[in-house]
């Protein structure tokens, strides 16, 4: 459904003021718990010379920056990931922000790089596979940047982990608009839930799942 309406131009770009650090926070506090299942270590790594309030789509960013943690944290096991947050340079954009997940993993087979943000693309598609989903959470982040006007790639060697990295243009804001963002900014941007689905089709079980594992329930 996201890829139908990403593709159809029916999800739109909304721009808001909202703290970065907040956000990138609390995606990967909500994923803790998925670490703690792999025995992984998750961590940021925060340029502190960063200005963190930013005007840009908060959903698509949250959503961009949970896709690729949950996608670390997937292949990668008694591991670390880490999130590093800092500002790209470049001639094109007045400020853009570069936001990296590495993980110490199973790493990208060379073959499978170029197809990697493709829909459908697992890195083992056998029914013995020890990772779930279905391949589609890296074509909706390459869809996503795209409706920001940003630019990602991945650096991956087989059995040495992967960095994926994503550039996004933002507009800066000014300090004094803290104050007055600051009772939105008190609201929670993700809620991670325990769910309990009751439903008697196995496919409609296995799609529902990976729908609520990726929103990180």
């Known amino acids: 459904m996201d890829i139908a ?36 270590q998750l961590s940021i790594d925060w340029d502190e010379n960063l200005e963190t309030l930013v ?44 936001l990296r997940v590495t993980d110490t993993g199973i790493g990208i087979p060379d073959k499978f790089l170029k197809h990697i943000f493709d829909d459908f693309t697992t890195l083992d598609n056998s029914y013995t596979r020890t990772s779930s989903g279905v391949g589609l959470g890296l074509g909706i982040v390459r869809r996503m940047v795209a409706a920001l006007n940003g630019t990602m790639g991945v650096n991956s060697h087989e059995g040495a982990g992967s960095t994926f990295w994503v550039h996004i243009p933002v507009q800066k804001v000014p300090k004094d608009s803290l104050i007055e963002h600051a009772e939105e900014q008190d609201l929670p941007l993700y809620q991670t839930l325990k769910i309990l689905m009751v439903e008697d089709n196995d496919i409609n079980r296995f799609v529902l799942r990976e729908m609520l594992i990726n929103e990180g329930h």
Do not use: C, W
């Open 55 to 98: 005007a840009t789509d908060p959903y698509n960013v949250g959503q961009i920056s949970s896709n690729l943690v949950n996608n670390a944290l997937k292949f990668t096991k008694r591991g670390q990931i880490t999130v590093q947050v800092d500002r790209h340079i470049s001639p094109h954009a007045e400020f853009m922000i570069e």
């Open 5 to 40: 309406h990403l593709e159809a131009g029916r999800v739109a770009s909304v721009e808001e003021t909202f703290d970065l650090r907040r956000l990138i926070d609390q995606v990967v506090e909500d994923h803790t718990g998925l670490a703690f299942v792999n025995e992984n």
